[in-house]
């Protein structure tokens, strides 16, 4: 079980710090209003084993922020080179105004926070394809000053995960653990026909 839990946040880690890395763009599937289910790519942005949490960034004008706050999300990453699937359930947190927000946006580059400028909120009808981005910005990093009013449209969605089902294909058999993990941050595997 250690085993898979080290290559579980061994994958998780590099996702979220080297964009080559097929685990760094999951899927994040959420249930909208009346169960509706939806699924996007979102970027990993973190990983942290000591919380048990993943970190993405998004636009809080967006959907799938609208019921999202301590809502369940599942996480769904393959890595074709080691052959493992993670699929990854947990609750999800949207930290708007905190530290952890700041500091998250204080870190990200001009051109990355480019699309939190959007004038109409992201999913707004169009009558033409556009970007959505005010005029003087398109094509461009913005400046500073410009990027000021992007604040406010954006948001950490932070998950704390409760469980991982790891599902390693292989010629010799597959295997496949689930790992569920208590608020005291205690792992338990269980191993699972795949
Ligand atoms: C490679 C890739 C990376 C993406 N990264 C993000 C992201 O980090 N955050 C985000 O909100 N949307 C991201 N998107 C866009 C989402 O998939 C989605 O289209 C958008 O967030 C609107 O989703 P919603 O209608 O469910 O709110 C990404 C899309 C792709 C293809």
């Known amino acids: 079980m250690t085993d898979a839990l080290d290559t579980c ?3 998780l880690v590099r996702g979220a710090g080297d964009r080559r890395s097929p685990v760094h763009t999951p899927v994040v599937a959420t249930t909208g209003p009346h169960g509706r289910p939806d699924a996007r790519i979102m970027v990993l942005r973190g990983a942290d084993r000591a919380t048990a949490s993943l970190r993405f960034h998004t636009d809080v004008r967006s959907p799938k922020c609208r019921d999202l706050d301590g ?9 074709p080179g080691e052959a493992v699937q993670l699929r990854i359930s947990g609750v999800c947190r949207l930290d708007h105004d905190g530290d952890r927000a700041d500091a998250a946006w204080a870190a990200s580059t001009p051109f990355g926070l480019r699309t939190y400028l959007t004038e109409a909120a992201p999913g707004t009808a169009l009558a033409a394809p556009a970007s959505g981005l005010p005029a003087n910005i398109e094509g461009r990093a913005p400046t500073p000053d410009e990027l000021v009013p992007a604040r406010a449209n954006f948001v950490v969605l932070m998950v704390t995960i409760t469980r ?16 569920c993990c208590d608020e005291a941050r205690n792992w338990q595997g269980q191993w699972l026909v795949p």
């Open 9 to 11: 946040w061994r994958l």
């Open 71 to 79: 809502a369940p999300a599942c996480i769904n990453a393959y890595h």
């Open 164 to 179: 991982i089902d790891w599902l390693h294909l292989a010629q010799a058999g597959h295997r496949r653990l689930q790992l």
